[in-house]
C-alpha cells in the first residue's frame, strides 16, 4: 500500500489540531493485547509531552488506532511528532513482540476552526461501538482523552 499523501502546502506546524490513524502493519490485531495498547500509548503520552502536543483523545482499535492531538505551541511539528510517537512504539513493540507494529505512512486530517475538538474526541472514543465491539463506549478498556474525563466526553452524546 502506497503512503497516504500530505496536503500540498500545509506545513503541518503550528497551533494546529490533527486527526489521526495509525494503522498496523498487515492489518494484524496487535492491540488486541492490552499490554501492548499500554506500550504504545505510553510511548503516545511521551512524545506528545516532548513536542509540544496534547492527546485529546485515542481509540485503540484491534488493528488500528485514532489520535485527536493538539498542538499547544507555535513550533508543534505535526510531521515530526507522529514519526516520533510511531518510532517510539514501533520500537517498544519489537522489543516486545521481535516484529514490526506499523504500516508506512499515516492517515490525517487537519481540523478547521469550527470542527469541535470535543466531538472529533466523542466520535473517536464512539469508533469500538461502531465496529461492533461494545454497545457502549464505557464497556471499551484502550479509549480515553488526556483533557477530558470519559464522563465529560459521554455528556448529551449521540452514538456516530
Known sequence: MARPRRIDGCSYVGLNRYFLTFCVSDRRQAFADGDVVHVALAQFRKTAA?????????????????????????????????????????????????????????????????????DIARYIIANPVRGGLVTSPIEYPYSGSDVWTLQELLEDVMLY
Request: hydrophobic share 40%; glycine share 4%; proline share 1%.
Open 50 to 118: 516532548v513536542e509540544n502536543f496534547s492527546l485529546s483523545a485515542y481509540c485503540f482499535m484491534p488493528d488500528h488506532v485514532h489520535l485527536l492531538v493538539e498542538a499547544t505551541d507555535q513550533r508543534s511539528d505535526l510531521r515530526r511528532f507522529a514519526k516520533l510517537a510511531k518510532q517510539r512504539a514501533g520500537a517498544a513493540y519489537a522489543l516486545m513482540c521481535r516484529g514490526r507494529l506499523w504500516q508506512e505512512g499515516y492517515y490525517e486530517r487537519v481540523l478547521r476552526d469550527d470542527d469541535a475538538s470535543r
